[in-house]
């Protein structure tokens, strides 16, 4: 199993530019979960999906979308890159949403607009 | 919502010592605590959790304990190896509706040898 997988690795933006990121994982579980994390802040909730189908606002989802495009799939996109969207952003899944299940983090995606 | 602060942001440690991180939460309601170590450049990865109804786990190296009545709970690492230089985070999950993992901001543990 590949786990939590992410795509691209790296990326440099202009900023107004558009893109989307991709996270795919093979562990067959419900809730799909997209962070920033920043110097000094830790991890930041952008969006959530607690299952196929339904997606949620985080503590920091202005200037971002999701598509739960399927089970596996969940996307994020920004639609107009602004520098203080540099950043890394990680996917991670988890069986069920939030209760005691483990969270496991995709290779994470190191954003930077300019 | 929740919120959680940790202490210390760094801390060195010489090889062999102990190490200790404390977090604290915000929420009542808050009855997971999960602990993650992420390598520079790498993805974060959990090493212990803890539940509300238990007040202490221990995995060979690593215990968590954790004080509900303070909302508190800490990270002590036993016998400190240089391998377990790495950013610690700890967080918490609410018991409410959305369910969300709220991190802390992290400590920087450098094992010196």
């Known amino acids: 199993n590949a786990g939590v997988t992410q795509t691209p690795k790296f990326q440099v933006l202009k900023t107004g530019q558009s893109m989307t990121l991709q996270c795919a994982q093979d562990m067959n579980h419900n809730s799909m979960y997209w962070y920033r994390q920043d110097p000094g802040m830790g991890l930041r909730l952008i969006y959530y999906s607690a299952s196929e189908g339904t997606t949620d606002k985080g503590e920091v989802p202005n200037g971002y979308n999701v598509s739960r495009l399927n089970k596996r799939e969940f996307s994020l996109r920004l639609e107009s890159a602004a520098p203080s969207q540099t950043s890394v952003y990680f996917c991670?899944?988890?069986?069920?949403?939030?209760?005691?299940?483990?969270?496991?983090f995709g290779p994470g995606t190191r954003l930077t607009v300019l | 919502g929740e919120n959680v602060e940790q202490h210390p942001s760094t801390l060195s440690v010489q090889e062999g010592d102990s190490a200790v991180i404390k977090c604290t939460y915000s929420d009542s309601a808050s009855n997971y605590f999960p602990w993650y170590k992420q390598e520079l450049g790498k993805r974060p990865q959990l090493i212990i959790d803890i539940r509300s109804n238990v007040g202490e786990k221990k995995d060979q190296r690593i215990a968590v304990t954790l004080n509900k009545t303070a909302k508190h709970f800490s990270l002590h690492i036993t016998e400190t190896q240089p391998e377990d230089s790495a950013v610690y985070f700890c967080?918490?999950?609410?018991?409410?509706?959305?369910?969300?993992?709220?991190f802390g901001s992290g400590t920087q543990l450098t094992v010196l040898p």
């Open positions: 991670a899944s988890s069986e069920r949403q939030g209760s005691t299940d483990t969270q496991y």
């Open positions: 967080a918490a999950v609410s018991s409410g509706s959305a369910r969300q993992l709220t």
